[in-house]
């Protein structure tokens, strides 16, 4: 595994692994540049910290499979199961890894904070995200 990863790598990585966790759903172009828009910042932040990528990938890219079946859940139901699998949203790939970081499967460090989703991917702003995808993805997840 590289030691120094580059932003645009690390996040390519994050793109396959949605990829992977979507599947037989992908991330088209407008969903990849999405997720590389949203998450640049935080990613640039975090690639400074010495083997920073080498330590947290895994973790990281599990929440990032995690983000991508969610996604293609969320498209599946919006286009019913009828419909043949194509390409995930760029709205639904976006509310796939809030879901994510909102879960949070991944096991805290000692001190209770939950690392990965808090410095990797810090929630992104929702305004522009469609407010019935938002409520559709709440359904999914409710106890009702």
């Known amino acids: 595994?590289?030691?120094?990863?580059?932003?645009?790598?690390?996040?390519?990585?994050v793109i396959e692994a949605m990829n992977d966790g979507a599947r037989p759903w992908r991330l088209g172009p407008a969903a990849a540049q999405r997720i590389h828009d949203t998450y640049r910042t935080d990613f640039e932040h975090?690639?400074?910290?010495?083997r920073a990528w080498?330590?947290?990938?895994?973790?990281?890219?599990?929440?990032?499979?995690?983000?991508?079946?969610?996604?293609?859940?969320?498209a599946e139901t919006e286009l019913g199961p009828e419909t043949e699998p194509g390409e995930v949203p760029a709205d639904h790939a976006l509310v796939g890894t809030l879901a994510a970081q909102h879960a949070c499967p991944i096991p805290a460090p000692q001190g209770g904070l939950a690392f990965v989703a808090?410095?990797?991917?810090?929630?992104?702003?929702?305004s522009d995200v469609p407010a019935e995808l938002l409520r559709k993805a709440a359904t999914l997840f409710s106890a009702d």
């Open 1 to 13: 595994m590289k030691i120094r990863m580059s932003v645009d790598e690390a996040l390519d990585q």
């Open 46 to 50: 975090q690639l400074r910290r010495p």
């Open 54 to 74: 080498q330590r947290e990938s895994g973790k990281v890219l599990r929440l990032a499979r995690w983000a991508g079946a969610v996604a293609a859940l969320l």
């Open 118 to 126: 808090g410095r990797w991917c810090s929630p992104p702003s929702i």
